[in-house]
């Protein structure tokens, strides 16, 4: 703690630098900046308290501080060990009028490399705002901080925080060991904290399928609205934000040449998509797999053969994984790989590749040839490239989608957080997408950094399909 502001971040020093590239990057977040004159003297979020769990990069930052100009007090983690700008943590925790000797900026609790002990430990600091109290929101990545509320309220309930089983994942032993710490000190914490939260807003495809889960249980213990399937998310940050930062990740990574390469997508959904077409422009020949016929086909009608694992884990120079699901590149496939094949995850979760069993061979060598990016030796001496350990590695090993992107997804996440903060008891427990007219507003606050002429419907059109002249102009059924 200095001057007041909490914060555990790898170097405040590096404010300045983080500063600039803040400066930078407010440039090409016009619907964040927009969002920002809109309500800057109303200020709707005052009196909110956002916990925030999300990659702590310098577009991020740029979220943070809007929240913030609307008012609100914030706290936030990022929701990866690797995925911190530390540059951008501390620019956010001096903020922009603070000195490092005098910080004035938002408790931030991120650094580059955390281990998941120590990513724990900061996800439970996003509950202890000041004066002992809770968030009323929470704006989540994954849904890391929606987990520990609701598996602390559960354990709270039940009186008891259960041992680990044989076969749970290190990391459940960790947030167990978190929750246990924590209830023992104050054993109705998590009640207290989520009766007074209004609801989250989720940015990913892994987090919203948690939340549906919980609300299909009856579970949900409060509002949720969905950004990731906002049209001016999912179908640009997914898709056109992967298709920057994964050729991204893999030059900083390995600085191979992509082109000429054969490389695998594992998954053709958005982020698939995405990843495809990033590999094909650096001239990559790609394949595709898949396991749902639709997506498959547009594969296939997108030019991209579509093929089994095993067809080709043998030639492929290049893996990547995007699925959102687990166990899709095992220990056994990646000893099939060739000399130095590159293999790499920007599915949310660390479970596509089976790191646990790649640990487990008997006589395997990890060299580390820089932070996030490991040699894996196999006992016959032949080797692959792991990027970010499993882990998503276009925020591990680059610093994820650039601005513009993220412009969009964040004007989503800000005007979800004005909704649930503003019209607390108008939402059930249950899990909401934005309204189409709201969708329409985001992407429209894009068009002119961009010199986008859009054309207006006459009346007489309008008529004709039914709409209005103003929008929105599309069903919600309708998939663009
Ligand atoms: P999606 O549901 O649109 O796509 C996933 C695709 O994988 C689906 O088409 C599904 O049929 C396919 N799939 C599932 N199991 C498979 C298997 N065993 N083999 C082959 N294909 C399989 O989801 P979306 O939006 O593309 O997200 C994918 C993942 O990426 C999620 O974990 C999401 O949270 C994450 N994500 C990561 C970002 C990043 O910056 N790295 C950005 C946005 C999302």
């Known amino acids: 703690t200095s001057n007041n502001v909490e914060y555990a971040v790898a170097d405040l020093s590096l404010a300045e630098y983080g500063r600039k590239q803040l400066r930078l990057a407010e440039h090409e977040m016009p619907g964040l900046m927009a969002i920002r004159r809109e309500y800057s003297a109303s200020k709707p979020l005052s009196g909110a308290r956002i916990a925030g769990s999300l990659h702590m990069t310098v577009q991020t930052a740029v979220l943070i501080e809007t929240l913030v100009e609307l008012g609100a007090e914030v706290r936030w983690v990022s929701c990866n060990i690797f995925s911190t700008q530390d540059e951008a943590a501390a620019a956010v925790v001096v903020g922009p009028d603070g000195t490092p000797d005098k910080p004035e900026g938002t408790p931030v609790f991120a650094w580059k490399g955390e281990t998941l002990d120590e990513y724990w430990w900061c996800t439970d600091q996003l509950f202890q705002f000041s004066g002992g109290r809770g968030p009323n929101m929470l704006l989540d990545d994954g849904g890391d901080a929606t987990l520990l509320v609701h598996k602390g309220v559960e354990f709270e309930k039940a009186g008891a925080v259960p041992q680990p089983a044989a076969d749970d994942p290190e990391e459940y032993g960790i947030i167990l060991r978190t929750l246990r710490d924590s209830i023992a000190a104050d054993p109705k914490r998590f009640t207290r904290i989520a009766e007074e939260i209004r609801g989250v807003t989720e940015e990913t495809t892994n987090g919203v399928k948690r939340l549906y889960k919980l609300a299909a249980d009856g579970t949900l213990l409060f509002p949720a609205i969905n950004v990731n399937d906002s049209v001016t998310k ?9 298709r920057h930062s994964l050729a991204d990740g893999l030059n900083r990574a390995t600085d191979v040449m992509l082109g000429g390469k ?3 997508v594992c998954g053709y959904g958005d982020v698939g998509k995405g990843a495809a077409e990033s590999l094909r422009g650096q001239g990559a020949r790609v394949v595709v797999t898949e396991i749902d016929p639709i997506c498959a086909l547009q594969a296939s009608m997108d030019g991209l053969e579509v093929v089994h694992l095993d067809d080709v884990v043998s030639r492929a120079d290049i893996f990547i994984t995007t699925t959102g699901n687990t166990d899709i590149i095992m ?3 990646m000893a099939k790989m060739k000399h130095n094949a590159i293999v790499g995850n920007v599915g949310h979760f660390d479970n596509e590749i089976d790191m646990a069993g790649l640990a487990k061979i008997d006589g395997i060598r990890k060299v580390e040839i820089k932070p996030q990016v490991h040699e894996w030796v196999f006992p016959d001496g032949h080797a692959i490239l792991v990027l970010s350990e499993g882990r998503l590695m276009n925020l591990g090993n680059a610093t994820g989608h650039p ?22 008891g ?5 899990v909401y997408r934005l309204p ?9 606050l894009h068009l002119d950094a961009l010199g986008v002429r859009l054309t207006t419907l006459t009346k007489k059109q309008a008529e ?3 709409v209005d002249v103003a929008g929105p102009y599309k069903p919600d059924h309708y998939r663009y």
């Open 436 to 444: 189409k007219h709201l969708d329409e507003k985001v992407a429209r």
């Open 331 to 333: 220990a056994e496939d």
């Open 464 to 466: 004709y399909l039914d």
């Open 403 to 424: 601005s513009f992107v993220m412009s969009n997804s964040f004007a989503n996440q800000t005007i979800a957080q004005i909704e649930l903060f503003t019209k607390p």
């Open 234 to 242: 999912s179908k640009f940050d997914n898709k056109y934000g992967i």
């Open 426 to 430: 108008e939402y059930e427990r249950e």
């Open 262 to 264: 054969l490389a695998v």
